[in-house]
């Protein structure tokens, strides 16, 4: 048994979808990892998928797909993925429940594992593939 990694909004979905239609041919989805790099420590990574990994899991919310990275998984476990447009930026957002910190260009962030007990003793979810 175990717990959903990530959720995706409508939002979010949407933007995958666009992204696969864009990219053509054998896009099938993108995955979510963790790098790690700028001041705060970690950033969160994103790249098309053409041919799934069979160690990620596999997040799917209104025909979107997005694979998780298998060493990302407790650092991501109970986020919520959307997707924003400003007046400056548009991009890909991450709620975070094991965000720590973040810099204050908000590129990067400090994560730290996600607390296991603490997610059994809610009882949330179980939706685990891969």
């Given at each position: ?25 054998e ?20 790249d ?80 685990r593939?891969?």
């Open positions: 048994m175990g717990f959903a990694v990530m959720s995706l909004s409508d939002a979010a979905a949407g933007r995958v979808k666009a992204i696969v239609e864009n990219a053509g041919g896009a099938e989805g993108i995955r979510v990892s963790i790098k790690k790099g700028g001041c705060a420590g970690m950033e969160y990574a994103i098309l998928v053409t041919a799934a990994n069979p160690k990620d899991d596999l997040v799917e919310h209104q025909g979107a797909k997005v694979w998780v990275a298998p060493e990302a998984v407790l650092y991501l476990l109970g986020t919520r993925m959307d997707f924003e447009v400003t007046t400056l930026r548009s991009g890909f957002t991450f709620n975070n429940p094991n965000q720590t910190s973040a810099c204050g260009c908000g590129e990067s962030v400090e994560l730290k594992p996600a607390d296991l007990a603490a997610l059994a003793a809610k009882g949330d979810a179980v939706v593939a891969g």
